[in-house]
């Protein structure tokens, strides 16, 4: 329930939801730092997933077999050198793996599974702890966390989404095509929207942000604001950290 801040809800939880490219990751990881809370990359977890199928040689379509991936899932979040996150899968460090466009297409597609789904909701609900989480991803508030004391949801133009992903990845000197990206990331957000299960859409009670126009810096400070107006006010989250 949102609203203000009771004592017996604790740890909380904020959620940002919404489509790739519009920036949640980074102001999750961003907002959570700040506060010293916890942070739920529900993402990785299905591009997790959905790499492990594969390196299994399962077909992703497999519903049973990509769900029983999902349940027994082997990876490890380590915090690395300047607090960076190093992911690994079974042992082996995937951090740069799960964060290509394939693997973003692959995680889409397990995503429309009900029993994956099913298989990462404990997995998930164990990242709330306290102080605090911030949870980053397509249905945390309205499935995950439906009693966040905060929603956020993040929007942005495709073609700025598009944008912004053609340069991150020339940035880091990969090939891309900027009309191949705008087709690609339209066709996910049909397949989240649309799918019969946790479909990507904003809660009725979610704040929405479009970060079109905006920088990362004043994305993150909007989401103060929010926090300040449902009742965590800046001696509240020092405390909590």
Same mark, same amino acid.
């Given at each position: 329930m949102q609203g !203000? *801040?009771? !004592?017996?809800?604790?740890?909380? *939880? /904020?959620?940002?939801?919404?489509p790739s490219g519009t920036g949640k990751g980074t102001i999750a990881a961003i907002?959570?730092?700040?506060?010293?809370?916890?942070?739920?990359?529900?993402?990785?977890?299905?591009?997790?997933?959905?790499?492990?199928a594969l390196n299994h040689a399962i077909d992703l379509k497999d519903k049973i077999r990509v769900a029983a991936v999902a349940e027994n899932l082997d990876v490890e &979040? *380590?915090?690395?050198?300047?607090?960076?996150?190093?992911?690994?899968?079974?042992?082996?460090? /995937?951090?740069?793996?799960?964060?290509? !466009?394939?693997?973003g297409n692959n995680a889409s597609i397990i995503a429309t599974i009900p029993e994956?789904?099913?298989?990462?909701?404990?997995?998930?609900?164990? &990242?709330?702890?306290?102080?605090?989480?911030?949870?980053?991803?397509?249905?945390?508030?309205? *499935?995950? &966390?439906?009693?966040?004391?905060?929603?956020?949801?993040?929007?942005?133009?495709?073609? !700025?989404?598009?944008?912004?992903?053609?340069?991150?990845?020339?940035?880091?000197?990969?090939n891309a095509n900027i009309d191949s990206l705008s087709r690609e990331i339209s066709e996910r957000d049909e397949r989240d929207s649309n799918r019969a299960v946790a479909p990507l859409k904003p809660a009725e009670d979610a704040e929405i942000l479009d970060t079109s126009d905006l920088t990362i810096e004043e994305v993150v400070e909007s989401v103060f604001v929010l926090l300040q107006k449902y009742g965590l006010s800046e001696s509240d989250w020092n405390e909590l950290a």
């Open positions: !203000e *801040v009771s !004592e017996s809800v604790a740890p909380s *939880v /904020v959620t940002i939801d919404g907002v959570a730092q700040k506060l010293g809370w916890h942070m739920l990359d529900s993402g990785a977890l299905y591009r997790l997933t959905a790499l492990a &979040f *380590v915090t690395g050198v300047d607090s960076q996150t190093i992911i690994k899968l079974e042992g082996q460090d /995937v951090t740069n793996d799960i964060r290509t !466009e394939t693997a994956v789904r099913a298989a990462l909701l404990n997995r998930q609900h164990a &990242f709330l702890q306290k102080p605090g989480l911030i949870a980053d991803g397509r249905d945390m508030g309205t *499935v995950i &966390f439906p009693d966040a004391i905060l929603k956020i949801y993040l929007t942005a133009s495709a073609e !700025e989404r598009a944008s912004r992903r053609y340069k991150q990845l020339k940035g880091k000197g990969l």
